[in-house]
């Protein structure tokens, strides 16, 4: 048996006769958008693509990042990044910060009209001179030169996680400005030896966000899982080309007698 993949899933599906408020994540509203095939498999009958392996470098890079602004947190003073790039903020003392950053908890809020839960854990959050709170998201990648912005096609689920955070933290009553930042660290492969260290450029870049889209698909959600038939598959979701092409393959071999 796999130690990583074992469907069907049994926990967490949708059920429109349940009254209980379903619990749906920032990455399966993600999913919804990338294929909404893949998402009725995975959240209504518990067939749920295969799992990527984790990225243990990315979790550490996350984990000393967190523990060194909070060292900034509890001394009040601004992290030298922030110093570099103006930003008017500081990493804020937040009770609710640790549950907030927790994957099997985060942010969350019940969207009564659709009786489900969104959540999702966020990085870190600041608040700017103006008592407006700020989301701000971790990324860990290796790609060459230095990063200036995050316009391409696959940073599109990037704005989107951005997006939900901040509409749920407006959602639990805080006032929540549109600018957010991701803080790339980017490691570096120039570097004439390895030595045992891996060293990173690291930037910070705003995104202005809008969650204006976030409870028009919150309800397209709803009705896909409120009905019985299957939604169509994305034209360039990989998964389902590979499930067709599987499915084209195995219907040309004989079957043994």
Request: charged fraction near 30%.
């Amino acid at each position: 048996m796999s130690r990583y993949y074992d469907p069907p899933r049994k926990k967490n599906l949708y059920d429109s006769d349940d009254p209980e408020p379903f619990k749906l994540s920032r990455s399966r509203i993600d999913l919804f958008i990338q294929c909404r095939r893949c998402f009725y498999l995975d959240v209504k009958l518990g067939i749920g693509r295969p799992p990527s392996l984790p990225y243990t470098l990315n979790s550490a890079v996350d984990k000393l990042l967190k523990q060194e602004f909070d060292t900034h947190r509890e001394k009040g003073t601004k992290h030298p990044l922030m110093e570099k790039y103006g930003i008017d903020a500081l990493p804020v003392m937040e009770n609710e910060l640790d549950n907030w950053r927790n994957n099997f908890n985060g942010i969350r809020y019940h969207y009564l009209p659709a009786n489900m839960i969104v959540y999702g854990a966020i990085d870190d959050l600041w608040k700017n001179d103006n008592g407006e709170y700020i989301i701000v998201d971790y990324k860990s990648t290796s790609v060459n030169g230095y990063i200036t912005s995050h316009d391409k096609e696959w940073h599109d689920g990037y704005r989107r996680q951005m997006e939900i955070y901040q509409w749920l933290l407006r959602n639990n009553g805080y006032i929540v400005s549109d600018t957010g930042y991701f803080v790339y660290c980017n490691g570096k492969k120039d570097n004439k030896a390895f030595d045992g260290r891996l060293e990173f450029d690291i930037s910070i870049i705003p995104y202005e966000g809008s969650d204006k889209w976030i409870e028009d698909t919150i309800n397209e959600i709803y009705n896909c899982l409120s009905v019985n038939t299957t939604p169509d598959s994305s034209e360039d979701c990989d998964y389902c080309l590979y499930r067709q092409a599987v499915d084209k393959a195995l219907s040309n071999v004989q079957k043994p007698s």
